[in-house]
């Protein structure tokens, strides 16, 4: 199994465009969690899907943040428009949800920077 | 408010020493606490903690959990630069989500 896979692994952009991220879950998992990590906020969950559909996105941070779940395997998260302070790094966990899991399994992060 | 609290906040010491490293929580509907390392990227799993008292192994490492008191603690003995890490806490609500502490940042040093 490749595990999760994100892409792209670094982005780098300008204020005011669109970025989307994208997240492959584990083949069989049904939980997919996208995160934000920096440096001063430690590692904050955005919104999470079980069985593609969102139960909580309580940590999104405002509206120009969207994330969707278009089949059982795959999740993307969009930023529209960018800001220099949306410059983290995005994580995407997936887990076999549905019952007390034991881990998540995290990608390897997608480095955003805006300038 | 849901909280998460590790402490300290960074350590280091020397090759060989023992850490002790703390994770206090004020979560309602708790259902389990976990431990990440995490080095230069994703974190890792190190152990889930469910039950009072039971002590988790793995090597060098081991956590123990204290429902009562609400916390948590992750021990690594006779450590080596290779547990360089930040060592993250979570703590699982009924709902699935994690409620996650900011870290403790742990440099080994030669």
């Known amino acids: 199994d490749a595990g999760v896979i994100q892409s792209p692994r670094h982005e780098v952009t300008e204020m005011g465009q669109e970025v989307t991220l994208r997240c492959k879950l584990i083949?069989?998992?049904?939980?997919l969690f996208w995160y934000r990590q920096t440096m001063m906020r430690g590692l904050e969950l955005l919104i999470y899907?079980?069985?593609?559909?969102?139960?909580?996105d309580s940590g999104m941070p405002e509206d120009r943040f969207s994330a969707k779940m278009p089949n059982a395997s795959f999740s993307t998260l969009k930023i529209q428009p960018s800001e220099p302070r949306d410059s983290a790094v995005y994580f995407c966990?997936?887990?076999?949800?549905?019952?007390?899991?034991?881990?998540?399994?995290f990608g390897p992060g997608t480095r955003l920077t805006v300038l | 408010e849901d909280k998460v609290v590790q402490s300290p906040l960074s350590l280091v010491v020397h090759e060989g020493d023992t850490v002790t490293l703390n994770c206090s929580y004020e979560?309602?509907?708790?259902?389990?606490l976990l431990w990440y390392k995490q080095e230069k990227k994703a974190p890792t799993f190190l152990f889930m903690l469910?039950?009072s008292g039971i002590e988790k192994k793995s090597g060098r490492l081991s956590s123990i959990l204290d429902k009562k008191e609400l916390f948590s603690i992750l021990n690594i003995t006779a450590t080596q630069t290779g547990d360089s890490a930040v060592y993250l806490c979570?703590?699982?609500?009924?709902?699935?989500?994690?409620?996650w502490g900011a870290g403790t940042k742990l440099i080994i040093k030669p």
């Open positions: 979560v309602t509907n708790f259902r389990s």
């Open positions: 469910t039950s």
């Open positions: 899907f079980n069985n593609n559909v969102p139960i909580d």
């Open positions: 966990a997936s887990g076999d949800g549905g019952r007390s899991y034991n881990e998540q399994f």
């Open positions: 083949s069989g998992h049904n939980s």
């Open positions: 979570a703590v699982e609500k009924g709902n699935y989500q994690l409620i």
